[in-house]
């Protein structure tokens, strides 16, 4: 099998299926094989897929026969470990859940399986999707342990959706899926040199996935070009993205600059200027634009909080080890010593809310952050520019998007002089946008052409590892 897989693409292991160069059944043994020996390097992967090898064997009996489902036929997959995969525990990081076992596969494991992608197992993440306690690091879990940054093992993985984000980085699957509520797939994406992409939401089905909040939760993918963002994409929405774009996609798009954040540091805000200048350079039209309101999204999110993760629970078979919020927050009491390192502030806060007596409070700042966030914010700043997206460095652009449940994504912007750390460009559009924000990214990618593997950035990291970090 003559592919990298630290840098193979949908389309490069497509074609080597085509040709006959390599099969599902020999990519998954590839992939696990490289799990296997680059994982304990980073900790991205909660556990594995016994079934993967018989899936994709069946899957080449298809292509034999004539039947390729579609662009993910035999590619292998990685789902977050918040959505469920019938058969193996959906744990979201907590060892209360570490027994949950779903009879049944998330609405969106199933259009993956439908278009014949191989999911070879689920990665870890910040336990409960980052809303269990203040100071919880990026990427922890009482039950996965710490998942580090290929890129720079000292630096935030960042985001709930960290084990994904390494996953992909490593290339210990052709692409992986996260999840996102406020962040937890851009901000990785952003930290770990990924093209991150959070769907308008609705876009992708939740059912089966393990919640925070239903107003803001959406699943989309994390890979490393953005052809293969489009392709999973699809899959995900069954829908068709990425076409269209070519050398002149740039030349007159009108794009919206806020000012850059205060807490960007210096050497990302130089990144994002160069990536500004490469815009203009392809014949992007920039337009200065005023900041977009903010807004305390927390408490709408912890009002929801317990309500979605019991409904969630509740569709759980027989036996499930844990059936509401105040049962977790009772177990994790019980054992303390294991599960709570950092504490579970959120939990306790969430499942404490009365939701009769807050219900129209609640209904209030729903409305205060759809407001602020969408059609006085991201749609007044499309329409005060004539803009087609607004341009934030990496992820700073996140929660207006997630707040008003309109899609945004992440693409890879080079690496800080000081440090070599990985920064991103960020794109926010309307609702609905998507075909749009993967069109100009695309552009954008081709032109800076800046994505290195983590094994040219750090390769010290590899050191000592057998064989080689960059093939097999």
Not at 98 to 103: G, I, L, R, T
Not at 300 to 329: K, N, T, W
Not at 380 to 391: E, G, Q, R, W
């Amino acid at each position: 099998m003559d592919l990298d897989l630290e840098t193979a693409t949908v389309a490069a292991v497509s074609a080597a299926m085509v040709s006959g160069g390599t099969t599902s059944v020999e990519l998954v043994g590839a992939y696990l094989e490289r799990i296997n020996r680059l994982d304990p390097l980073v900790n991205a992967i909660r556990c594995l897929a016994p079934d993967a090898e018989e899936r994709a064997a069946a899957l080449d009996a298809e292509r034999a026969a004539g039947q390729v489902r579609g662009p993910l036929h035999g590619v292998p997959v990685l789902v977050k470990d918040n959505i469920d995969v019938a058969g193996l525990p959906t744990t979201a990081g907590a060892l209360a859940l570490e027994h949950s076992v779903p009879d049944r596969d998330a609405d969106l494991v199933t259009r993956l399986r439908d278009a014949g992608a191989v999911v070879i197992g689920k990665t870890n993440l910040t336990e409960m999707a980052n809303c269990m306690a203040q100071d919880m690091p990026s990427g922890y879990s009482s039950l996965g342990g710490q998942v580090l940054n290929p890129y720079d093992v000292r630096f935030d993985p960042s985001g709930s959706s960290s084990g994904s984000g390494a996953a992909a980085a490593l290339g210990l699957a052709t692409v992986t899926v996260g999840t996102e509520t406020d962040g937890s797939i851009l901000s990785p994406a952003a930290n770990q040199s990924l093209v991150g992409v959070k769907p308008t939401l609705g876009l992708v089905p939740g059912g089966g996935v393990l919640p925070i909040a239903s107003s803001q939760d959406c699943a989309g993918p994390m890979c490393r070009t953005v052809a293969d963002a489009a392709a999973l994409l699809g899959v995900l929405a069954a829908e068709t993205y990425g076409e269209g774009s070519g050398p002149g996609t740039l030349r007159g798009a009108r794009l919206a600059v806020p000012p850059v954040p205060d807490e960007v540091p210096g050497p990302e805000a130089e990144l994002f200027q160069a990536a500004l200048e490469v815009l203009k350079e392809r014949g992007a039209v920039l337009v200065d634009v005023p900041a977009i309101p903010e807004s305390d999204e927390f408490p709408v999110l912890l009002h929801e909080f317990a309500r979605d993760l019991d409904a969630y629970l509740a569709r759980l078979p027989e036996g499930a080890p844990i059936r509401s919020m105040e049962q977790l927050v009772a177990w994790n009491a019980a054992h303390a010593d294991e599960a709570l390192k950092f504490g579970q502030v959120h939990l306790e806060t969430a499942a404490a809310v009365d939701h009769e007596a807050e219900g129209a409070a609640y209904e209030l700042k729903r409305a205060r952050d759809l407001a602020l966030a969408g059609e006085h914010g991201i749609d007044a700043t499309l329409a005060m520019a004539d803009a087609a997206a607004i341009v934030f460095p990496g992820p700073y652009g996140c929660g207006y998007a997630a707040r008003a449940g309109y899609p945004s994504l992440v693409v890879p912007a080079g690496y800080r002089a000081d440090n070599r750390r990985p920064a991103g460009l960020g794109l926010v559009g309307p609702s609905r946008s998507e075909g749009v924000l993967l069109v100009l990214a695309a552009a954008y990618e081709e032109a800076a052409n800046v994505r290195r593997a983590p094994s040219v950035v750090n390769p010290s990291l590899f050191r000592g590892v057998r064989g080689s970090a960059a093939t097999g």
